[in-house]
């Protein structure tokens, strides 16, 4: 699966990008201004571009944290997840045993991304995805991208059917459990090749990262044929949606921002890094996307805002050894953890990657590498707070949780119920939330509506509905759940979705 993807990778270039956001209108109301007897809101100062990080707090793990059994010949590719007090890693090998013979992605959890890594219970890491013959991925799955939203777990991986010259595409698949897996969209793929011009790498789409932001899915990947990729196929493209599955209501990251497309296999005009196997994750604390992508020095993060139209901050390296793309260790949602020391002042960055080629001459020998950075301004304000820790659920003044959704602090009775809707859960409350207000209260056994095609939400104090991702939260707080038709549902005042 990198036969064609180990071209140049050392020294890749970052994209260009433009110094400000775009300024106010001249004829807009002057500063302190009144418009039909209101003061008026100012427009925020443009950000600034290029902002330098303060390195500190190299690491990196002892030895190897991460292999399969004994007939694993590789192991790159990974993706971590820190959730329930352990790290949960997903990468790609191959097992013997495990199926069609081909790129299978195992499964194994330790206490700290140092390892060591374990199947679940102990002993050797286990398959979880194998091909499946006569599908797009009837040879190869790899390249993993683990999400958590509500209780459902999502799995984006690259799948093949046989060789190159066959090209890859990325799949879905979905998991209660992180284990057990069921192939989506019918066992199709959900994006492949644009096939936007022709390149003697034909490894087409694939090594897909995913986060959940604000109710979109952000889909990270590489497509050799994409019309912006370099002329070696490298290049990152970016698609969103609010479909996990990506099979509607589609945007695609242009050179003028996200705009609608009809599919995802619309043409690639953009790319954000000029690299290969590279990794996206939110950082609040920052409030802006970081990418980690392999350069001569080490692991790249390379740093865009929310729109993908400024480099707020100066590129940081984490330094080390490597020879495949790094795992960035992240929360289910896919954002970086938070500082539980310095939420305010630190931001933690640690990634897993493949360090030396082994005997069949692929890549293997995961380790764990950190760096901290200072600088973000975490806290600078109140709208730096509550973006620091959207998603971010510890405990209350009354022995319940809060939970944090976008500037909103929501108590809830249960924890059992604030982990499946949080991105992160704390054992100890922070001081910088502490003047945020309780906006809504989640009781044990509040009502749940459900109306067909709109999803299920919950009633909190006058009838107002806020969203759940899935219906994992229902039998946890004792909810019932209550049919309304769509009029009714549409009545209802409409709050956050606790979700995302």
Same mark, same amino acid.
């Given at each position: 699966?990198?036969?064609?993807?180990?071209?140049?990778?050392?020294?890749?270039?970052?994209?260009?990008?433009?110094?400000?956001?775009?300024?106010?209108?001249?004829?807009?109301?002057?500063?302190?201004?009144?418009?039909?007897?209101?003061?008026?809101?100012? /427009?925020?100062? /443009?950000?600034?571009?290029?902002?330098?990080?303060?390195?500190?707090?190299?690491?990196?793990?002892?030895?190897?944290?991460?292999?399969?059994?004994?007939?694993?010949?590789?192991?790159?590719?990974?993706?971590?997840?820190?959730?329930?007090?352990?790290?949960?890693?997903?990468?790609?090998?191959?097992?013997?045993?495990?199926? /069609?013979?081909?790129?299978?992605?195992?499964?194994?959890?330790?206490?700290?991304?140092?390892?060591?890594?374990?199947?679940?219970?102990?002993?050797?890491?286990?398959?979880?995805?194998?091909?499946?013959?006569?599908?797009?991925?009837?040879? #190869?799955?790899?390249?993993?991208?683990?999400?958590?939203?509500?209780? $459902?777990?999502?799995?984006?991986?690259?799948?093949?059917?046989?060789?190159?010259?066959?090209?890859?595409?990325?799949?879905?698949?979905?998991?209660?459990?992180?284990?057990?897996? $069921?192939?989506?969209?019918?066992?199709?793929?959900?994006?492949?090749?644009? #096939?936007?011009?022709?390149?003697?790498?034909?490894?087409?789409?694939?090594?897909?990262?995913? &986060?959940?932001?604000?109710?979109?899915?952000?889909?990270?990947?590489?497509?050799?044929?994409?019309?912006?990729?370099?002329?070696?196929?490298?290049?990152?493209?970016?698609? +969103?949606? #609010?479909?996990?599955?990506?099979?509607?209501?589609?945007?695609?990251?242009?050179?003028?921002?996200?705009?609608?497309?009809?599919?995802?296999?619309?043409? *690639? @005009?953009?790319?954000?890094?000029?690299?290969?196997?590279?990794?996206?994750?939110?950082?609040?604390?920052?409030?802006?996307?970081?990418?980690?992508? %392999?350069?001569?020095?080490?692991?790249?993060?390379?740093?865009?805002? *929310?729109?993908?139209?400024?480099?707020?901050?100066?590129?940081?390296?984490?330094?080390?050894?490597?020879? @495949?793309?790094?795992?960035?260790?992240? *929360?289910?949602?896919?954002?970086?953890?938070?500082?539980?020391?310095?939420?305010?002042?630190?931001?933690?960055?640690?990634?897993?990657?493949?360090?030396?080629?082994?005997?069949?001459?692929?890549?293997?020998?995961?380790?764990?590498?950190?760096?901290?950075?200072?600088?973000?301004?975490?806290?600078?304000?109140?709208?730096?707070?509550?973006?620091?820790?959207?998603?971010?659920?510890?405990?209350?003044? %009354? *022995?319940?949780?809060?939970?944090?959704? +976008?500037?909103? +602090?929501?108590?809830?009775?249960?924890?059992? &119920?604030?982990?499946?809707?949080?991105? @992160?859960?704390?054992? %100890?409350?922070?001081? /910088?939330?502490?003047?945020?207000?309780?906006?809504?209260?989640?009781?044990?056994?509040?009502?749940?509506?459900?109306?067909?095609?709109?999803?299920?939400?919950?009633?909190?104090?006058?009838?107002?509905?806020?969203?759940?991702?899935?219906?994992?939260?229902?039998?946890?707080?004792?909810?019932?759940?209550? @049919?309304?038709?769509?009029?009714?549902?549409?009545?209802?005042?409409?709050?956050?979705?606790?979700?995302?």
């Amino acid at each position: 699966m990198r036969v064609l993807l180990a071209l140049s990778l050392a020294g890749l270039v970052v994209a260009g990008c433009s110094d400000s956001y775009a300024q106010p209108q001249a004829d807009g109301p002057a500063p302190g201004g009144i418009a039909g007897g209101k003061p008026v809101a100012q /427009p925020k100062p /443009p950000r600034a571009a290029n902002v330098a990080l303060v390195p500190s707090g190299a690491r990196q793990s002892p030895g190897v944290v991460a292999a399969g059994g004994e007939d694993a010949v590789y192991n790159y590719g990974p993706t971590v997840m820190v959730d329930g007090g352990k790290t949960h890693l997903w990468w790609c090998s191959q097992y013997g045993t495990a199926g /069609p013979p081909g790129d299978d992605i195992l499964y194994a959890e330790a206490p700290t991304p140092d390892g060591p890594f374990t199947g679940p219970g102990g002993g050797v890491p286990i398959p979880v995805l194998s091909g499946a013959p006569g599908n797009f991925d009837g040879m #190869h799955t790899c390249d993993p991208s683990v999400l958590r939203v509500g209780t $459902t777990y999502y799995l984006y991986y690259t799948g093949a059917a046989g060789d190159h010259a066959l090209g890859n595409a990325i799949g879905l698949a979905t998991s209660t459990d992180g284990v057990h897996w $069921t192939r989506a969209a019918g066992g199709k793929p959900i994006l492949g090749p644009s #096939h936007d011009v022709h390149r003697d790498n034909v490894y087409g789409a694939g090594q897909p990262s995913v &986060v959940f932001l604000d109710g979109w899915y952000y889909l990270l990947f590489t497509d050799t044929t994409g019309r912006a990729a370099g002329w070696n196929g490298a290049g990152q493209f970016v698609v +969103r949606s #609010h479909d996990p599955a990506f099979g509607s209501g589609v945007e695609a990251l242009g050179d003028k921002g996200f705009a609608p497309v009809s599919a995802t296999s619309a043409p *690639r @005009e953009r790319s954000v890094v000029d690299g290969f196997s590279a990794d996206l994750e939110w950082v609040g604390a920052l409030d802006a996307f970081a990418i980690a992508h %392999e350069t001569a020095a080490g692991t790249t993060l390379t740093f865009w805002d *929310r729109d993908f139209t400024l480099q707020p901050y100066a590129p940081v390296v984490i330094p080390g050894a490597w020879k @495949e793309g790094p795992g960035l260790v992240r *929360r289910p949602d896919g954002h970086a953890p938070t500082s539980v020391t310095d939420p305010c002042g630190t931001v933690s960055f640690d990634v897993v990657r493949a360090t030396v080629t082994g005997e069949s001459g692929a890549p293997t020998a995961l380790r764990h590498f950190g760096l901290d950075v200072r600088g973000s301004g975490a806290c600078a304000d109140a709208d730096r707070v509550t973006t620091t820790f959207d998603g971010v659920a510890m405990p209350s003044p %009354e *022995r319940t949780m809060d939970l944090f959704r +976008r500037g909103q +602090r929501i108590r809830i009775d249960r924890r059992s &119920v604030a982990a499946t809707l949080a991105g @992160e859960v704390l054992n %100890e409350p922070l001081p /910088p939330v502490e003047g945020i207000p309780v906006t809504a209260r989640l009781h044990a056994g509040a009502t749940v509506v459900h109306a067909d095609g709109r999803g299920y939400s919950v009633l909190l104090g006058k009838n107002v509905r806020w969203g759940l991702p899935d219906t994992g939260s229902v039998k946890l707080n004792d909810s019932e759940v209550t @049919e309304v038709d769509p009029r009714q549902w549409d009545a209802y005042a409409i709050g956050l979705p606790l979700g995302g």
